[in-house]
């Protein structure tokens, strides 16, 4: 398992956004905020960013202006 992959599991926000995103097979940023309501928007998006710069999400499509 990766370094990376690792720390998205032991980081109890990290892991919570990624066991969301996988049992639903995708989810949008706005899902997670409003599911997680408990989880600032700021931390929310910046974990996000994170994963995604590491390799551990990807972007499928972009929304619509």
Do not use: F, W
């Amino acid at each position: 398992m990766t370094d990376k992959l690792m720390e998205c599991i032991t980081n109890p926000v990290k892991c919570k956004l990624l066991l969301e995103i996988y049992s639903q097979g995708q989810a949008t940023a706005k899902h997670l905020s409003d599911k997680y309501t408990d989880i600032p928007p700021a931390t929310l998006y910046r974990h996000l960013k994170r994963m995604l710069h590491d390799g551990i999400l990807k972007k499928l499509r972009c929304a619509a202006p």
